[in-house]
């Protein structure tokens, strides 16, 4: 497995150390000096050779996001809660006041969670939350009116450059995401190419529909001619379908990372002069599904080429096991997009919250069950399958990108600290973002 890495050249060490703890993976480094060398830097790295996976900060990703190859597993990397409060930790061990102070980068909810949590004054502390199209001299900008107001013996900041350009003007703390945390962030990227190669290797159903029922053969015959599938299990399949059975590395690759499809039916033969033709609004589709099984992969399968007739055009959907609907893909078809049942614009929302489809979509429908009520970081990691600590960062990702609003907290134990409640807000997100659309 080959792991690529945008860092900041200066911050190398610290992403090598939190490497360190793994095996069977090699790395392929970009090591920028500026921020103006992301691109050209990312570029490289992605036409050096094939990578598995890649692993980003917030900046370079939003300065590369157009570069990344569609369907290459990407973790954005970024500072923690806990990494803002061993900046402040430091700063009170310089004998610095905590407040007043100016901070990049982190939102505005972290910010104000760790305030709360080591009882400083949140009237004294200004923030600048990160934006894809924030300049550093933006960043110093903000710092130095700050400065200008307060007189504020320091600031702690995100982003590579800032204390140089303060030029001494006050003390700059660095709040950089320690090696645990991209340790963190780094296991869950080779545990998610490793699920993707797994997934790779398992069989998927594909089901064709002609536009008139007696092109099966002619079109069972085309699909048999398609490279992709001479060693595919191929069948007629009901009244006007072929079905055909592969890996799914198979369809993925014959579909461009689901994108487009082949029309091998546009070839087949007419209907003869004495068959009975569907009606001219019956077009002709295709539906992928991948499933535990041949069968639930098939019944899957199903219901995508039952949601590419509703579009009323040739077309093609992909419906997987654990809820994400990819679609629609065609000849011509538009870029990729993934939908959560009528929702569009899962892809974007998962980029920014550093997740993928899948996991974003498996949280959508969490919150469908959960109607509105708040969820602990421990129960969202039982619904998932993943441990408490995974659980507890998780929730703050989503905090960080709008998905998950505080709700109060919960004490089921008569000691320890109360538990934070959150509720999850992607529904009304995606609904935001058909709308803007």
């Avoid at 082949?262 to 077009?283: F, L, Q, R």
């Amino acid at each position: 497995m080959r792991i690529g890495l945008v860092v900041q050249a200066g911050h190398r060490e610290r992403f090598a150390e939190a490497a360190r703890t793994l095996t069977g993976v090699s790395f392929a480094w970009a090591a920028y000096e500026r921020e103006e060398h992301i691109r050209d830097d990312v570029r490289d790295l992605l036409a050096a050779g094939e990578l598995d996976g890649l692993l980003l900060g917030l900046v370079p990703f939003a300065r590369a996001r157009d570069l990344i190859p569609a369907g290459l597993p990407t973790a954005v990397t970024r500072s923690a809660a806990l990494d803002l409060a061993l900046a402040w930790a430091r700063a009170r061990g310089n004998g610095w006041p905590a407040t007043p102070v100016s901070i990049d980068t982190f939102t505005d909810e972290t910010v104000s969670e760790v305030a709360i949590a080591l009882g400083l004054d949140r009237s004294a502390i200004a923030t600048l939350p990160f934006a894809p199209d924030q300049s550093i001299a933006e960043v110093v900008e903000f710092h130095r009116a700050h400065l200008g107001r307060t007189g504020a013996r320091y600031a702690i900041s995100v982003r590579t450059g800032v204390a140089a350009a303060l030029d001494g003007q006050a003390a700059v703390l660095h709040a950089l995401a320690t090696p645990g945390t991209i340790r963190a962030d780094l296991h869950e990227l080779v545990l998610r190419v490793r699920r993707r190669r797994a997934d790779e290797q398992r069989f998927a159903a594909a089901v064709f529909r002609t536009p008139a029922s007696s092109t099966r053969s002619a079109l069972r015959r085309a699909l048999l001619e398609l490279p992709e599938l001479a060693d595919a299990w191929v069948e007629e399949h009901g009244d006007r379908g072929v079905v055909a059975f592969a890996p799914a590395a198979v369809f993925e690759t014959m579909t461009q990372h689901w994108i487009t499809t082949p029309m091998p039916w546009h070839g087949a033969a007419p209907a003869s002069a004495g068959a009975e033709a569907d009606g001219p609004d019956t077009p002709a589709v295709a539906g992928f599904g991948i499933g535990p099984s041949a069968r639930r992969s098939v019944a899957l399968a199903e219901q995508a080429a039952d949601r590419a007739e509703q579009d009323g055009a040739p077309a093609a959907y992909l419906i997987t096991d654990d809820g994400v609907m990819i679609g629609p893909m065609g000849a011509a078809g538009p870029a990729l997009a993934y939908t959560y049942r009528q929702h569009g614009g899962l892809e974007s929302l998962a980029g920014r919250a550093g997740l993928s489809p899948a996991t974003l979509s498996r949280l959508a429908a969490l919150e469908r069950s959960l109607a509105g009520r708040p969820i602990s970081p421990g129960e969202l990691a039982a619904a998932l399958g993943i441990t408490d600590p995974s659980g507890r960062r998780l929730i703050r990702k989503l905090a960080e990108a709008g998905l998950a609003v505080p709700e109060g907290s919960t004490q089921p134990y008569h000691k320890g600290r109360p538990t934070r409640l959150h509720r999850l807000a992607i529904g009304s997100a995606l609904a935001a973002g058909g709308a803007a659309g």
